[in-house]
């Protein structure tokens, strides 16, 4: 099975949009996961049906135990992190702010402090008419949004029987999220667009995406709205000897797409057409077709 990640430098390149459009005329049979997860939106445009949603634990946080604690304040002096505070005449610990190091527990003479798990997202399986779908959503304020983009990924897998092709919806950036989407990847297609800035996140984002040997496409969205810069691009890209898979023009129909609820390859547009020319360019080079 070869394993695909649609990921982009920054947010606002099209990357979703690309996604649903590679997973609605993919076809090959496939497994889809939203490696996204603070900012899921793949489900948006693929109308999936959930089929389960189970808890998430990340790291440990602290309980304090009122029965036990002599009050004496030493956990609240020894966090860094200030997550340990009065509340009620008690400490308790606030969870929003925990990094869940233990030293709390470890510096409590009382051992009144123990490390517990807590739930900080949810991870969904769904079914969609293009295939099986992991997805997540990480709750506001909680960290771990690495852990939880491995254990979409191992869903996918799980979900995976009889599929030629694992087509992940990745992170923008270059942070945890995405280091977890392109580990153990076989390729990934980064989504530009023509801007200074987007061409500077795009330099960065190859110099993470190589230390994975990873095969790296490149796909310039909204070429024609700055010609010039569009250039600088497949100039680096040629430098760079990466492969530029296509460009998808700016088109109205995308916006109203997505609106919709739909991928934009439904309709009849000249960005629907470009996206259908990067499906057989990229999956011919992948050796899907």
């Known amino acids: 099975m070869i394993k695909l990640a649609v990921i982009s430098g920054k947010g606002g390149t099209g990357k979703t949009m690309v996604a649903a459009a590679l997973a609605d005329i993919g076809g090959v049979p496939q497994v889809l996961a939203d490696c996204d997860v603070e900012a899921a939106n793949l489900a948006l445009l693929l109308d999936p049906r959930r089929i389960s949603t189970e808890d998430f634990c990340g790291l440990e946080v602290g309980r304090i135990d009122p029965d036990l604690c002599s009050d004496c304040g030493i956990c609240a002096d020894r966090c860094r992190f200030e997550a340990i505070m009065r509340h009620d005449d008690a400490w308790v610990v606030d969870t929003l702010h925990c990094e869940g190091c233990g030293v709390c527990a470890y510096v409590c003479p009382m051992g009144a402090i123990e490390m517990v798990p807590h739930v900080c997202g949810e991870v969904y399986t769904s079914v969609t008419d293009r295939g099986n779908l992991a997805h997540a959503r990480l709750f506001p304020g909680s960290g771990n949004s690495g852990l939880l983009v491995i254990e979409v990924k191992k869903r996918a897998v799980a979900l995976s029987d009889g599929a030629e092709l694992m087509l992940a919806d990745g992170p923008p950036g270059i942070g945890c999220p995405l280091i977890a989407t392109v580990s153990g990847m076989d390729a990934v297609l980064i989504v530009t667009e023509p801007g200074i800035a987007a061409l500077h996140d795009l330099e960065r984002l190859v110099t993470v995406c190589?230390?994975?040997?990873?095969?790296?496409?490149?796909?310039?969205?909204?070429?024609d709205l700055?010609?010039?810069?569009?250039?600088?691009?497949?100039?680096?890209?040629?430098?760079?000897?990466?492969?530029?898979?296509?460009k998808i023009p700016f088109d109205p129909v995308v916006v109203d797409a997505v609106r919709s609820g739909e991928p934009v390859t439904r309709r009849e547009s000249p960005a629907a057409d470009a996206l259908r020319g990067i499906r057989d360019s990229l999956y011919s080079d992948l050796g899907l077709i």
Not at 210 to 216: A, E, P, S, T
Not at 227 to 245: F, G, M, N, P, Q
Request: aromatic share 12%; glycine share 6%; hydrophobic share 45%.
């Open 226 to 246: 700055a010609e010039d810069i569009c250039r600088e691009i497949e100039d680096y890209c040629a430098k760079e000897s990466l492969t530029v898979a296509g």
């Open 210 to 223: 190589r230390r994975f040997g990873l095969k790296i496409f490149v796909v310039i969205n909204r070429f």
